[in-house]
């Protein structure tokens, strides 16, 4: 739970991520995906090279930050974050990850202005970001495992039947393995 300084202090960031939010979103996406090559496949990396998704994170941590008293304003931005998530299959386990890199990265831009007090506010107003992702995101993955033929997570298929549509198209039928 944030304190009252922590929120103090999460706000008056505000101007400095309207400055270099993109930088630190792009030095944190650069550090994770070396660190974690495992992590590329959930993040489409057409989107890293033109610079989009370092914008929307940049943007979407401004807008945490802007409503970080009263986050419940960001519902639909949430649903959306979150239903992009579980099309990738983004998990409960990768939060601690790119938190970690997001801090290093605030801490790096900062530089000597960082200190413990900041990054401790920003550790803890990630935290609260993160459950109330994960909480949005374990929703979903339960509607659609409980969904007719629905599942959650990795899923083997077969195909069980192709059909050539026109000279340039064919379409595959796949079943699940199990």
């Known amino acids: 739970m944030l304190t009252e300084k922590q929120i103090e202090l999460v706000k008056s960031s505000v101007p400095f991520l309207q400055e270099h939010g993109v930088e630190i979103t792009s030095i944190m996406y650069s550090q994770m995906l070396a660190n974690n090559p ?13 610079g989009r ?5 940049a943007a979407a941590v401004l807008a945490y930050a802007q409503n970080i008293e009263n986050p419940i304003v960001l519902f639909n931005a949430v649903k959306h974050i979150a239903s992009k998530h579980v099309s990738l299959n983004i998990r409960a386990e990768h939060y601690p990850i790119v938190g970690k890199h997001l801090l290093d990265a605030i801490e790096k831009v900062l530089g000597d202005k960082a200190n413990d007090e900041i990054l401790d506010a ?14 949005t995101e374990s929703e979903l993955y ?3 495992a409980n969904s007719v033929g ?15 549509e ?8 796949l079943e699940p393995v199990d």
């Open 38 to 50: 495992e992590l590329r496949q959930i993040f489409n990396q057409g989107h890293q090279r033109t």
């Open 53 to 57: 998704q370092q914008i929307s994170l």
């Open 122 to 135: 920003w550790a803890e107003a990630y935290a609260q970001l993160a459950e109330i992702l994960i909480k």
């Open 142 to 144: 339960e509607d659609c």
């Open 150 to 164: 629905g599942w959650s997570g990795w899923r083997s298929f077969r195909i069980s039947n192709k059909k050539k």
């Open 166 to 173: 026109t000279e340039d198209v064919t379409s595959f039928i």
